[in-house]
């Protein structure tokens, strides 16, 4: 999370991952991905402009690097970006984006045309030719709504363009990151368990502790 350190973002994801890991996912694509890649990538001019209403949650941001058929290998990676009058062009697919079908700003990774190195881009809802469409029939993290992002020669201004990006070098830190904080999640999600077990201990039901009822396993 930008503007708290490494230990402090940590115990926050974790703290609500003991009550929702769902919740704690959302607000690790929200911040550890989409805003920390402005923070850390980003023009001082795109600071101002986008990260205010992500920190207050007024808008809501999502990453996105998996395609299809890679994965989040970004060596393979076929959404291109091509230089354009006045930006550029996008032009491909990603698969399993965090909050992307409500997303107000979508970090979207591409490769460059010219230089084949990886370039970042801010694509704001509602942009032609972008259309994101929810996964279906999830088996957990339901409140995540994963979708697919469709680019169809999506327009992107030149000053919508995070030139702190031109390389896989260049997001490993964003990546390392949030990385750490995907492992505080079963930390969290283990105290939330340990909790309910705790609490149940001590309380009967027909005479029986709770924890005698094959329902409810501690």
Known sequence: CPGLSLTASAVSIAEVARVDASC????????????????LCGSEAQKQKYLPSLAQFKTVGCWALTEPDYGSDASSLKTSATKVPGGWQLDGQKRWIGNSTFADVLVILARNADTKQLNGFIVKKGA????????????????????????????????????GINSFQDISKVLAMSRIMVAWQPIGISMGVYDMCHRSEPHLSFNLQLSFYWSIPI
């Open 24 to 39: 704690s996912t959302f607000i690790l694509v929200h911040s550890s991905l989409a805003m920390s890649t402005i923070a």
């Open 128 to 163: 032609p030719g972008l259309r994101a469409t929810k996964i279906q029939n999830k088996i957990g993290l339901r409140m995540v709504q994963n979708g697919d992002i469709l680019l169809n020669k999506v327009f992107v201004p030149e000053e919508d363009r995070l030139t």
